[in-house]
Nanobody, 119 residues
Framework: QVQLVESGGGLVQAGGSLRLSCAASVLTFSMGWFRQAPGKEREFVVGISWSGSSTYYADSVKGRFTISRDNAKKTVYLQMNSLKPEDTAIYYC???????????????WGQGTQVTVSS
């Protein structure tokens, strides 16, 4: 069983930045972030492989968001820059033991952290 705890959400103005963190109870091969906006389905945002050498971004966040991981700390980070009101959502950390995970492979989830971007 993998437990994930997110932190770092909050309220920020458009164009601002936030950094999310996700602490895991055990390491997994792949970790990622998803988000769910009000009235919408949860969507994949970004994933990262064990070594960090492979990352996968949704088109909507490419060039603005950066994922990284520190295996020694069992933590994954999401640096979010140039935030837009449409980035407002609950952000969920996710993990899977699948080596190069597709979005459907993630099977461990955190409780979520709210990110609100005001215009």
């Amino acid at each position: 069983q993998v437990q994930l705890v997110e932190s770092g959400g909050g309220l920020v103005q458009a164009g601002g930045s936030l950094r999310l963190s996700c602490a895991a109870s055990v390491l997994t091969f792949s970790m990622g972030w998803f988000r769910q906006a009000p009235g919408k389905e949860r969507e994949f945002v970004v994933g990262i492989s064990w070594s960090g050498s492979s990352t996968y971004y949704a088109d909507s966040v490419k060039g603005r968001f950066t994922i990284s991981r520190d295996n020694a700390k069992k933590t994954v980070y999401l640096q979010m820059n140039s935030l837009k009101p449409e980035d407002t959502a609950i952000y969920y950390c996710a993990a899977t033991h699948t080596l190069y995970a597709r979005p459907s492979d993630y099977d461990y989830w955190g409780q979520g952290t709210q990110v609100t971007v005001s215009s």
